[in-house]
């Protein structure tokens, strides 16, 4: 299995930008599909972004595509996630999560997932 722990959260003002870091370690990080999820208080939690093995592919939720990026270093077996121009509503606790042993590329559920690190917390003022 993965461990995962990630790290980069805070606060930061509307418009502002953060980066995500998920660093990973146990087994190959590469043969993960990854992907970054957040839950707000009192809301289920969803989808942010997700990202095929190689890279090669990404998926966004429609409420950060053009804003936010997924990015993985396979060789520094962590992943990363870039927030640019930062709403209030963003503000959720980040976690990331690997998918093992996936025949599908590209999972986007939570609930496709089996690893997950503890979540850092992002909080956006306005």
């Known amino acids: 299995q993965v461990q995962l722990v990630e790290s980069g959260g805070g606060l930061v003002q509307a418009g502002g930008s953060l980066r995500l870091s998920c660093a990973a370690s146990?087994?190959?990080?590469?043969?993960?599909?990854m992907g970054w999820f957040r839950q707000a208080a009192g809301q289920e939690r969803e989808t942010v972004a997700a990202?095929?093995?190689?890279?090669?592919?990404?998926y966004y939720a429609d409420s950060v595509k053009g804003r936010f990026t997924i990015s993985r270093d396979n060789a520094k077996n962590t992943l990363y996630l870039q927030m640019n121009s930062l709403k209030p509503e963003d503000t959720a606790v980040y976690y990331c999560?690997?998918?093992?042993?996936?025949?599908?590329?590209?999972?986007?559920?939570?609930?496709?997932?089996?690893?997950w690190g503890q979540g850092t917390q992002v909080t956006v003022s306005s």
């Open positions: 999560a690997a998918k093992e042993g996936s025949t599908v590329a590209l999972p986007r559920l939570p609930r496709s997932y089996d690893y």
């Open positions: 990202i095929t093995r190689s890279g090669g592919m990404t």
């Open positions: 146990g087994r190959t990080f590469s043969s993960y599909p």
